[in-house]
């Protein structure tokens, strides 16, 4: 189960556009699926390869 492989239906169905921020190992391994999206309309954002546990700061 995926973002793009049960979300894009649903998006599609309702005439949403959204903003997917997708990490580098769901690029890989659904590229099909991301394409499509773009393709649909979508915009895709980096969520990083690394960053810190922003749970671990007091603000959070």
């Not at 391994?29 to 960053?51: P, Y």
């Amino acid at each position: 189960m995926s973002q793009v492989g049960t979300g894009l239906a649903l998006l599609r169905k309702e005439g949403v556009k959204v903003t997917f921020f997708v990490a580098s190992r769901s690029l890989e391994v659904r590229l099909t699926g991301w394409k499509q999206a773009v393709a649909d309309g979508h915009e895709i954002g980096n969520h990083s390869l690394t960053h810190p546990c922003t749970g671990n700061y007091p603000f959070a």
